[in-house]
């Protein structure tokens, strides 16, 4: 009887401190200014992919910062690594990569990942 109460107290400390993830996308348009794009013909070249990621901590479910925060920190990163200023250069395909995981109740990290596609209008 002890043995079996040893090894279901290992079972539910094994359990307990197992690291979990979870990931989630989200397919959104954070854009909020309107663009008329022609796509009757080929006017615009792809450039490239570019990402921004962003984390937060929380030790003991305490810390750390929103979602919404953490998506607009990464968005930041991103369009930074864009070098959009001074020419005819667009976002588009934006995707938010959001990565839960740590260690139930004690650590927890949330890293979200925004990416896009650079394009650029040739007319």
């Known amino acids: 009887m002890k043995n079996?109460?040893?090894i279901f107290a290992l079972c539910i400390l094994a359990v307990s401190l197992t690291s979990c993830g979870i990931n989630m996308a989200l397919f959104t348009n954070k854009n909020s200014?309107?663009?008329h794009v022609e796509l009757s013909k080929k006017n615009f070249k792809v450039l490239e992919r570019v990402t921004g990621t962003a984390s937060a901590t929380y030790y003991f479910n305490?810390?750390?910062?929103?979602?919404?925060?953490l998506i607009n920190m990464a968005t930041a990163d991103m369009v930074a690594?864009?070098?959009m200023t001074g020419s005819s250069k667009a976002l588009i395909?934006?995707?938010?990569?959001v990565h839960k995981g740590g260690i139930c109740m004690l650590y927890n990290k949330i890293t979200v990942t925004v990416s896009a596609q650079?394009?650029?209008f040739t007319e």
């Open 4 to 6: 079996l109460k040893i």
């Open 93 to 97: 395909n934006t995707t938010v990569d």
């Open 81 to 83: 690594k864009a070098n």
């Open 62 to 69: 305490v810390g750390g910062m929103k979602n919404k925060d």
């Open 118 to 120: 650079v394009i650029e």
């Open 33 to 35: 200014n309107v663009t």
